[in-house]
């Protein structure tokens, strides 16, 4: 069999499983855009603020998708 094919178990990875969008509505709700927008100070949280333009930015921008993981990490 070969061994690249079976899948690797994520033991560490909080994150597995989870989608973005569940993500972003769990901080949304939470914390609210207004709050969101001050943590992480970006035009999707910041400017008429919905899911679907987070998602679409937050797929294309590695590094605030790091960071809005971090923060529902923190929020666990």
């Not at 178990?9 to 001050?38: A, F, P, S, T, Y």
């Not at 679409?56 to 921008?61: G, Q």
């Amino acid at each position: 069999m070969d061994n690249n094919k079976i899948p690797q178990k994520q033991h560490n990875n909080q994150l597995h499983g989870v989608k973005l969008v569940d993500i972003i509505e769990r901080l949304v709700e939470k914390h609210g855009w207004e709050k969101m927008g001050e943590m992480l100070p970006i035009r999707c949280f910041t400017h008429d603020p919905s899911v679907k333009s987070s998602l679409k930015f937050l797929r294309k921008t590695p590094w605030a998708r790091d960071k809005v993981e971090k923060i529902y990490m923190q929020d666990l």
